[in-house]
């Protein structure tokens, strides 16, 4: 045993034919669960496999599982089909309306008494319902807006509440198992009601792995980005990630200033008077 791996298979023998012949025939969550058996990373289980010579054969579902060198680049494959939750909508002649969904905070990953990643994608789904239920009362709505204000995934800090333990898995998966479908099929789904969907999104806080890191270091960031990627064969989805710390909208004439509020400090409750003085400071 090297390093605190479990060895594979001896070559040319039956158990070296078997996990070759599993790994070529394996689905994603099949080979990150073997990984674990082994007690390795699933990047180190494909990396040991192209070692000996063994390459699978790509799936158009799959993203590239990226390498550990600084200058390594990750190719992500756009999702050819989605999961999309069924809705029937009814026709109304009502004026044209746009619509705005507001969600943060979901903390993929993150376990409590009452929360896990199951209970999270349920919450997804319930989300979609309504919004749904209110596209149909307010038919036509023209465009619907997302806004996503920041910790869309726990992290790995474990001064916040990441220790082992108290999150499911690490950041990579929170991103790329989880955080990526959850929101296409959210995103995606919300087609079936309005011409076109725009998402707007910031980073929160909980995505940034140590103070001294740069601002756009935060695993939001790599997730709207990832997003963005799987998604950009849908013409009718807009994916706007952050370039600062903020976003800036205009609906309709209407203008929405979005943070995800970490930027404000208050002593009790919410902090309504800070508020007021900061957005007087950013457009002063």
């Known amino acids: 045993m090297q390093g605190g791996y479990m060895p594979l298979p001896k070559l040319d023998t039956k158990d070296w034919e078997a996990e070759k012949g599993f790994y070529l025939r394996a689905t994603r969550e099949q080979i990150t669960t073997r990984a674990k058996v082994l007690k390795m990373q699933p990047y180190s289980y494909d990396k040991r496999m192209r070692e000996r010579g063994v390459y699978r054969e790509k799936f158009e579902h799959e993203v590239e599982t990226p390498a550990l060198e600084s200058e390594a ?6 999702y050819p089909n989605f999961d999309i939750k069924p809705f029937k909508l009814a026709k109304s002649d009502r004026d044209e309306e746009d619509l705005i969904v507001v969600s943060a905070d979901k903390h993929l990953a993150k376990i409590t008494e ?9 919450r997804m789904d319930k989300l979609l319902d309504a919004t749904m239920t209110i596209v149909n009362l307010h038919r036509p709505i023209r465009k619907l807006w997302v806004f996503v204000t920041g910790d869309m995934v726990q992290g790995e ?17 929170q991103i790329h198992t989880y955080g990526i479908p959850i ?12 011409a076109d969907v725009e998402m707007m999104a ?36 807009k994916i706007n990630p952050p370039v600062t710390f903020y ?28 508020m007021r003085r900061k957005m007087q400071e950013w457009y002063a």
């Open 73 to 78: 680049v990750t190719i992500y494959t756009p």
């Open 114 to 122: 009452s929360y896990n990643i199951e209970i999270a994608k349920e």
């Open 157 to 173: 800090n474990p001064h916040q509440g990441s220790k082992i333990g108290e999150v499911e898995c690490g950041a990579y998966e």
């Open 183 to 194: 929101l296409s099929r959210f995103l995606v789904s919300l087609l079936q009601g309005v």
């Open 202 to 237: 910031v980073c929160g806080n909980h995505g940034k792995y140590d103070r001294i890191a740069p601002d756009k270091t935060n695993w939001d960031a790599f997730l709207y980005s990832g997003l963005e990627t799987a998604l950009i064969n849908q013409n009718k989805v």
């Open 247 to 274: 976003q800036l909208a205009n609906i309709r004439g209407f203008r929405f200033f979005m943070i995800h509020g970490n930027q404000v400090n208050a002593t009790q409750g919410i902090p309504l008077f800070a």
